[in-house]
């Protein structure tokens, strides 16, 4: 058994970074970015009205009110795509929409509600009289050209799309997704949906894989139940070995003496880096490789599965596609923990915001077998091992699932 930090080290050495691909914007959600993002042109690119109404030299409004109205002559349109090529002169104006171009010669904007109106008259009266540089957006204003938008490593949300597509990047340069193959293990699992016999459960652990690993933004090659066999396991891995990065198993790597899966691995060529790691729950976790593949056997238990796929693997699938991860953070427990003496303990936990403080509890169902203790979770507890439990107001590491809000 070999110690958690131990166990981090040898798989960061052989962890690869995976290839980059280029693809359309449209593809390119929950992508993590291999390429700076950088402004193409300023924002605004040019001057444009932030308002539909007149564009105007200020100092011809400079006497208007409500009361006495200035009147100036209509000289064009100009609207977002079709700007005027006209130059207004004293006591003119053109109609300008917002997001068109400002036309030569004018310096403010009248909002149409300060005038008599669009019409097909060749005046308005301006009813307002507007400081120079009234609701114009000035070029540049908002990004100079060259400024560094999104740094690579940033997973694409919809927070980077729209800044893509507005600096016009029609391709962006990604990471490939990590290839994944799933499987589990165990004569006794159901398919839910199924009848259940006598001393059978239903497969669980790789409903929760498969969404983890999609949302970690990996691509499932295969994915499968196993009965407890050496010779279905050896087919199914055989081939998952050709066409993975990184296989995750769930059960059948205890010390059960139907669990095969780390005879099998290593039959099949894979190198065992260890096998038992200093944790509860998920002790016998083993990790291999074979080439440049990345071989992990959690246990089966779906609180080891679940805990152990968020601590282990995604870790490793964001390294793998770039994407920089969070730093560890730390919560304040509001109830005791019970910590391992020789272990590292992990618990589903709840977190929230307190007095501007990260407050957290660990669930009540500590058994590893009960997992319905991560509904409600929004984070998983981790504490190093020590004597005695953690109590309020000590710290504690909080893993973020990051697709549950704090609230
Ligand atoms: P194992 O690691 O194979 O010894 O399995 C440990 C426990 O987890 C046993 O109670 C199994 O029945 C259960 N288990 C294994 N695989 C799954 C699965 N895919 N879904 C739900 N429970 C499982
Ligand atoms: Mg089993």
Redesign the pocket.
């Known amino acids: 058994m070999i110690s958690l930090k131990k166990a981090k080290s040898i798989i960061s050495e052989n962890i690869f970074i995976l290839k980059d691909e280029k693809v359309n914007i449209k593809q390119s959600v929950g992508r993590i970015l291999r390429e700076n993002i950088v402004a193409s042109f300023p924002s605004p690119r040019f001057d444009n009205s932030a308002m539909d109404g007149f564009a105007v030299r200020a100092g011809d409004t400079k006497n208007a009110t409500a009361d006495i109205p200035t009147e100036l002559k209509i000289v064009d349109i100009s609207s977002a795509g079709t700007p005027s090529d006209i130059t207004i002169g004293l006591g003119e104006c053109i109609q300008c929409m917002t997001g068109a171009e400002i036309p030569k010669g004018a310096d403010s904007i009248v909002m149409v509600e300060d005038t008599s109106g669009f019409s097909d008259n060749p005046h308005v009266k301006v009813m307002i009289s507007v400081p120079h540089g009234a609701h114009i957006r000035k070029k540049g204003e908002e990004i100079n050209i060259d400024d560094l938008l999104i740094k690579k490593g940033t997973r694409v949300t919809a927070n980077e799309l729209g800044t893509c597509a507005t600096f016009g990047y029609g391709k962006l340069s990604v990471s490939k997704k990590p290839k994944i193959s799933i499987f589990?293990?165990?004569n006794?699992?159901v398919e839910p949906g199924e009848k259940l016999a006598k001393g059978q459960?239903?497969?669980?652990?790789?409903y929760v894989f498969k969404d983890l690993a999609e949302k970690a933004g990996s691509k499932i090659e295969m994915s499968e139940?196993i009965k407890d066999d050496k010779d279905s396991l050896k087919s199914f891995l055989s081939e998952a070995l050709e066409v993975s990065d990184v296989i995750i198993s769930?059960?059948?790597?205890?010390m059960?003496r139907y669990?095969y899966v780390r005879d099998v691995f290593i039959e099949l060529g894979v190198k065992e880096h260890f096998w038992k790691v200093a944790q509860k729950p998920g002790k016998p976790l083993f990790f291999g490789t074979k080439e440049n593949k990345l071989i992990f056997g959690l246990?089966?238990?779906?609180v080891s599965s679940f805990i152990g796929f968020m601590e282990w693997v995604w870790p490793v699938l964001i390294t793998m596609m770039g994407e920089k991860s969070e730093k560890s953070i730390y919560g304040i427990l509001d109830e005791p923990f019970p910590r391992e003496r020789t272990k590292h303990r992990f618990l589903f936990g709840r977190a929230k915001y307190k007095n501007g403080k990260l407050v957290c509890h660990p669930t009540n169902r500590i058994g590893s077998?009960m997992l319905t203790s991560a509904l409600g979770a929004n984070c998983i507890l981790g504490s190093d091992p020590g004597d005695g439990p953690l109590n309020p107001g000590d710290l504690i590491r909080v893993n973020l699932l990051p697709w549950k809000i704090i609230q």
């Open positions: 589990g293990t165990g006794e699992l459960i239903y497969n669980s652990n790789l139940v769930s059960g059948g790597v205890s059960g669990d246990p089966g238990n779906p077998h």
